[in-house]
């Protein structure tokens, strides 16, 4: 028997490159424009936005300059790719800059505002968006027990306060006791009304949630509460418009994902 059949046979070079392999597949890539492109432009389009804060550029100016850095940056692309990052980056912070300042801001409705006071008033107009009639728990001032009621939020597009034409939005909350007659409203319906008119609540502390600004987003101005017997249905949708009709699916899709998905708060703790 030779020496070389005995001989114990050499280390093989598989499970070091293997090991080298596993260990080029673990390096993080180092951030660069060729591995994040999505990431990038976003980047630039948000401080477009954020310098829209402190900087005014005109609009058409802004899509103009934006669409010569990027024509300049695919040109660059296809002659010297090294030098079409600059423009680039200035196209995407552009557009950043370009929707921002055509981005349309809610209507402050100071006409609504201007009306606010404690005093009740006439008010007219056409419901826009109706919400469900739900079951509460009402408190009177200095009293020894809870009074079930039936309330109902309605928005409002107001056309007249104390016979005066005023354009504006108004968050309504209809109530009545459950031994008192209470009309469900319906979106298209126009009513007539006497309530005071209030704005909307403000708290200063930083950083809490805006009322106003969420109020206003939802097209309404101000907020005002009625009891049912002061409502009057002056006429009623003959048939339901588009805008109501797909405010109703909207409405009725998120109180279906609400009761699927949302979780049910008891005395301060949530039960899944």
């Known amino acids: 028997m030779s020496v070389a059949a005995i001989a114990p046979p050499q280390a093989s070079t598989v499970p070091s490159q293997a090991l080298r392999l596993k260990s080029s597949s673990s390096r993080v890539d180092r951030l660069a424009f060729a591995v994040v492109p999505a990431l990038f432009a976003a980047s630039c389009f948000a401080a477009g936005i954020l310098l829209s804060h402190s900087l005014y550029v005109p609009p058409p100016v802004a ?6 850095s990027a024509a300049v940056a695919v040109l660059a692309g296809r002659v010297a790719r090294r030098i079409s990052l600059p423009p680039l980056v200035l196209a995407w912070i552009l557009a950043g800059l370009f929707c921002a300042e055509i981005h349309p801001w809610a209507d402050p409705q100071n006409a609504m505002l201007a009306h606010a ?11 826009v968006r109706a919400g469900p009639v739900r079951m509460v728990e009402s408190t009177a001032p200095f009293a020894q027990h809870e009074i079930p009621e039936r309330s109902q939020l309605v928005d409002l597009r107001v056309e007249a306060i104390g016979g005066s034409p005023v354009s504006g939005g108004l968050r309504l909350s209809i109530y009545a006791t ?6 469900y409203l319906r979106c298209g319906d ?7 008119i209030h704005a ?18 939802q097209g309404s101005g101000a907020r005002a509460s009625a009891k049912a017997a002061a409502v009057s249905i002056e006429a009623g949708p003959t048939q339901a418009s588009f805008a109501c009709r797909l405010k109703a699916a909207q409405q009725a899709a998120g109180e279906r994902i609400m009761d699927l998905v949302a979780p049910v708060i008891i005395g301060g703790a949530i039960e899944p």
């Open 178 to 183: 459950v031994n008192e007659p209470f009309r």
């Open 200 to 217: 909307p609540e403000r708290y200063h502390d930083p950083g809490v949630w805006d009322s106003t600004a969420y109020l206003l987003g």
């Open 117 to 127: 006071s404690t005093a009740a008033q006439s008010i007219q107009g056409e419901v």
């Open 190 to 196: 126009h009513l007539q009304l006497t309530a005071p």
């Open 63 to 68: 899509l103009l300059t934006a669409l010569l």
